[in-house]
């Protein structure tokens, strides 16, 4: 009888369903990158079909028997109905008996009264009330921004000047307020991610403004203009906004956290965002997300801090009665402060690296350094995995350095990414810069424009 691994990559279900439907997202490279979760003896719940080139590839650079692998595809986001229908149960259950074991651990990207539901049918109640917690909803006390800013005040976390603003009124008065410190404020929604639900207004000049789904120049915003900006942000189910001062920092980074069974608090890794501004964008506010590097790249004791504030407000989510992972984002200003903006309370997107990273290394993990490119030209998977894994820039498990394909659009549409692996971080850089001279030999660089490469 064997040990089975259950993972649910139910991601966006946080969302309200309208955000959540309504952009480009779930899609194919996406879905497909969750497949990192897989261990040997494993069912993996999807909400879409991955080919099978690309569960082998994963496979393959795991050292897992495909045979051990089971996968479940529900053709649709993973909402609590579709968890918990019976048509998921049996699903799970054939999966399980064709493995011949088990399941004794239920790992999803998010926490919500369905798998909670799910779990407890199969392996019975967590300790404690972590299950009535978050069976709640409990995990939204990470994911709204809102809250963020209460509980972060609570534990003495240093916050960007803001308000939390609960009408048309409030929120006329907290742009026209503070407006004046840094000549840029961000309007977010309450419940979003990705920068999808975050509005950007600058009174100076046209500047790229990370995390921001759209900009708006204005020396004075008017209140009808504020007016119909409230009434669009609050269409989708936010009730509150948030307004802050946005600083442009040097750094912008998180702190990755995993709450287990028992409480315990575990560091997983540390993340910085690499963002650059697209060359000849209409678009003046627009940054795109380049990529992670691991650990994130602080002055020593500023990480010290940064892991202070994290533990001391995830000391508090243990308490409370989450289980999971989560993660804290701030900022390094270059006056030398550091400034907390919100947590997640689900995998994040350096979770899959992280796990990549310390599967492959194993105990060089902690001593490497590790860098994603998210906006390599389009290769299918049929050339790329070859080429990466038998090339010149081959990852190698002897000098643990060296690339690993990540994730490619199957379609060949979308941009590539590609894990960097070095022991120093210059070596990484420069492995890196190897990286977009070889992809540019093949006629693309890290345009980010969808175009194919022929290898």
């Known amino acids: ?13 946080d969302f309200p369903r309208d955000l959540a439907l309504g952009v480009a997202f779930p899609n194919a490279k996406a879905m497909a990158r969750a497949l990192w979760n897989l261990t040997e003896n494993c069912i993996i719940v999807l909400p879409f079909r991955v080919g099978s080139e690309y569960v082998d590839h994963v496979t393959s650079t795991l050292k897992i028997d495909p ?11 993973l909402w609590d109905e579709v968890l918990t229908s019976g048509a998921m149960w049996e699903s799970i259950e054939s999966a399980r008996r064709e493995l011949g074991g088990e399941i004794v651990n239920v790992e999803p990207c998010f926490h919500t009264a369905g798998v909670v539901q799910l779990r407890t049918k199969i392996l019975g109640g967590m300790p404690g009330s972590s299950d009535a917690f978050l069976a709640e909803g409990g995990a939204d006390f990470f994911n709204r921004k809102v809250l963020f800013r209460k509980l972060a005040a609570s534990q003495g976390i240093p916050l960007p000047e803001g308000k939390i603003v609960p009408d048309a009124d ?14 840029t ?6 419940n979003a991610g990705g920068g999808l639900g975050n509005f950007a207004i600058t009174s100076d000049f046209e500047r790229p403004i990370q995390g921001v789904s759209r900009g708006y120049l204005d020396k004075n915003p008017s209140r009808e203009f504020l007016d119909s900006l409230h009434a669009e942000m609050c269409s989708l189910g936010s009730s509150e906004l948030i307004v802050e001062a946005y600083h442009a920092s040097s750094s912008a980074f998180f702190f990755e956290y995993f709450i287990d069974s028992t409480g315990a608090v575990l560091f997983v890794q540390s993340y910085e965002m690499k963002h650059r501004a697209p060359a000849g ?8 997300w380049i990529g992670l590097e691991m650990p994130a790249d602080l002055p020593p004791e500023k990480y010290a801090e940064a892991r202070r504030y994290s533990e001391r407000l995830f000391k508090l989510a243990a308490d409370l009665g989450y289980r999971g992972y989560l993660h804290l984002d701030g900022i390094y200003l270059s006056d030398g402060r550091l400034m907390f ?10 979770t899959v690296l992280h796990k990549i990273g310390a599967r492959v290394l194993g105990p060089e993990y902690r001593k490497s350094f590790l860098s994603s490119y998210r906006l390599l ?13 038998d090339g010149p820039l081959a990852f190698s498990r002897t000098s643990a350095d060296g690339n690993i394909a990540v994730v490619c659009d199957p379609e060949g549409v979308s941009e590539t990414e590609i894990l960097v692996v070095g022991q120093t971080r210059t070596s990484v850089v420069e492995g890196e810069a190897s990286l977009i001279r070889y992809f540019s030999n093949f006629g693309g660089g890290p345009s980010g424009e969808k175009s194919s490469v022929d290898f």
Request: no cysteine; hydrophobic share 45%.
């Open 1 to 13: 009888m064997v040990d089975i691994n259950l993972v649910i990559v139910n991601t966006r279900v």
């Open 67 to 77: 045979e051990l692998v089971k996968i479940v595809v529900a053709d649709s986001l």
């Open 170 to 183: 409030a929120l006329y008065g907290a742009v026209h307020g503070l407006l004046p410190i840094t000549g």
């Open 185 to 190: 404020v961000i309007i977010k929604r309450d």
């Open 281 to 288: 964008s209409a678009d003046w506010w627009r940054t795109d």
């Open 341 to 350: 903006n919100e947590t997640n309370a689900r995998w994040s997107g350096g």
């Open 377 to 389: 030209p389009a290769v299918p998977g049929s050339t790329l995995y070859p080429r990466i894994k």
